[in-house]
């Protein structure tokens, strides 16, 4: 078992986005029992909230749920229990190495680090076009899911 976890800052638009859709993307490879996704926020101030409505509407527009999710905040305990830890943007993997106290083991990366075009997570809270975040999580997550294929020998 292959353990993801998803990081943002809210933990109620970009990560679990990304958690749902690794989750579809896995299902329909065939591979859903293979890896455990789940996602948390840097920040603790969204912490009980379900995902926002927009980017619920968005995954739900691909035919994908994400009932039941609550947003929780990252922990340094979270650090161990992840085969890779994904973040959104820049800014958020320097919050994961502050809460976590660093990276020895090499797990946290961009979600778009395995994209052909390394970059942030386009952020709906600013650009209110959370189709564009959808389409940036695909070729992330595409793209992940070749590195996983290639480690699988
Ligand atoms: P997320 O979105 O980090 O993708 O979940 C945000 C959620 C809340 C805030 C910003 C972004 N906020 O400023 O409260």
Redesign the pocket.
Same mark, same amino acid.
């Given at each position: 078992m292959i353990r993801v976890l998803f990081v #943002?800052? /809210?933990?109620? #638009?970009?990560?679990p986005m990304a958690e749902f859709l690794f989750k579809d993307m896995a299902q329909k490879r065939g591979e859903a029992g293979r890896y455990l996704a789940e996602s948390a /926020?840097t920040s603790s101030?969204?912490e009980g909230n379900p995902v926002y409505p927009p980017a619920r509407a968005e995954l739900a527009r691909h035919g994908i749920s994400c009932a039941g999710k609550r947003a929780r905040p990252l922990t340094a305990a979270d650090y161990a229990k992840y085969d890779y830890i994904l973040a959104?943007e820049s800014a958020n993997v320097r919050s994961i190495l502050r809460i976590c106290g660093g990276d020895p083991e090499k797990k946290v990366h961009r979600i778009l680090d395995f994209s052909a075009r390394p970059r942030d997570i386009s952020?709906p809270?600013y650009t209110g076009d959370f189709a564009r975040t959808y389409a940036d999580l695909v070729e992330g997550l595409e793209g992940f899911f070749r590195l996983l294929d290639a480690k699988k020998g």
């Amino acid at each position: 078992m292959i353990r993801v976890l998803f990081v #943002c800052l /809210g933990n109620i #638009c970009r990560s679990p986005m990304a958690e749902f859709l690794f989750k579809d993307m896995a299902q329909k490879r065939g591979e859903a029992g293979r890896y455990l996704a789940e996602s948390a /926020g840097t920040s603790s101030e969204e912490e009980g909230n379900p995902v926002y409505p927009p980017a619920r509407a968005e995954l739900a527009r691909h035919g994908i749920s994400c009932a039941g999710k609550r947003a929780r905040p990252l922990t340094a305990a979270d650090y161990a229990k992840y085969d890779y830890i994904l973040a959104a943007e820049s800014a958020n993997v320097r919050s994961i190495l502050r809460i976590c106290g660093g990276d020895p083991e090499k797990k946290v990366h961009r979600i778009l680090d395995f994209s052909a075009r390394p970059r942030d997570i386009s952020d709906p809270w600013y650009t209110g076009d959370f189709a564009r975040t959808y389409a940036d999580l695909v070729e992330g997550l595409e793209g992940f899911f070749r590195l996983l294929d290639a480690k699988k020998g």
